[in-house]
């Protein structure tokens, strides 16, 4: 009996460390970032509380006729997935106020190809019964990045920061699809990235060497020409060493944010013998 009292003393100690250790984390988490939110621009910035910086710029739809409740609040809570009204679905849900929420676009299930492509090319405009709607890589970032607590502020007052990334329409030829910014592995709008056909795994020794010479990518939304200037090399080849080397690609679509690797192994080939005349 005693045995199992220490343990079980041993066990709730634990408990009580590994809670209190979360719960230091989700107050760091919530400190860490102010979110603002124009219902006029429906334009959201996500601004770190320690240097007054924009970490993070996104298009949104508010309310239709600012339906979304202005003021400042802080966040309750956070679900993977949530049912909305009407029998629809959001993905990666961040409680900001009673039903108010951050969100992606409505789903009509919950599956990630079941996104309304018509509800998607709204972002940027109000759109929505009151919550707050992002495209999934946004509603997940601040998901993943802003604990319960995060302080959020709803007006117009603010000036706020325009993203970079431009909106990107989407087909509605069907009234369902896939969110192109969803880091689903499934997501048919990754970028793609292959050797070229023509490339040659062997090198010749001493050859001038451009690694992105080789490669072809490709992307829905951006253009190939932007898309080559997005990807990165890891791995180095010595033209004048014989052997193998391993490079890694990867190429990052500049309006999805979705990334794709690919590594090939090349072959210096040994220098070849000068003959020498007689």
Not at 3 to 29: D, N, P, Q, W, Y
Not at 136 to 158: M, N, Q, Y
Request: one cysteine or more; charged letters at 25%; proline letters at 4%.
């Amino acid at each position: 009996m005693k045995v199992k009292r220490v343990t079980l003393m041993l066990l709730l100690l634990l408990f009580m460390v590994s809670f209190a250790r979360v719960g230091h984390i989700e107050a760091e988490a919530s400190g860490r970032y102010t979110i603002y939110v124009n219902r006029k621009t429906n334009i959201v910035n996500v601004v770190n509380r320690s240097t007054g910086k924009v970490v993070r710029s996104m298009y949104c739809s508010t309310g239709k006729g600012y339906s979304t409740i202005s003021g400042t609040y802080h966040t309750v809570s956070r679900l993977r997935w949530h049912a909305l009204y009407h029998g629809v679905w959001g993905q990666y849900c961040t409680r900001i106020h009673g039903p108010y929420l951050f969100h992606s676009v409505w789903y009509y299930r919950t599956r990630n190809n079941q996104v309304s492509t018509r509800e998607y090319n709204k972002l940027g405009s109000q759109a929505s019964a009151g919550c707050v709607r992002l495209a999934v890589i946004d509603a997940k970032w601040i998901f993943d990045h802003c604990g319960v607590g995060t302080k959020v502020v709803i007006g117009e007052r603010r000036k706020l920061q325009r993203p970079t990334r431009g909106k990107i329409k989407i087909s509605t030829a069907s009234d369902r699809g896939w969110d192109p910014t969803d880091p689903n592995p499934n997501n048919p709008y990754y970028p793609k990235i292959a050797l070229k056909k023509s490339a040659s795994k062997t090198i010749a020794y001493g050859s001038d060497f451009d690694p992105l010479k080789l490669i072809s990518v490709k992307s829905k939304t951006t253009s190939s020409k932007r898309l080559i200037k997005n990807v990165t090399v890891k791995g180095k080849v010595k033209t004048k060493k014989p052997g193998k080397y391993k490079l890694t690609y990867t190429v990052r679509d500049p309006r999805t944010l979705l990334k794709k690797s690919l590594t090939v192994t090349f072959k210096v080939a040994k220098k070849p013998v000068t003959e020498v005349a007689e």
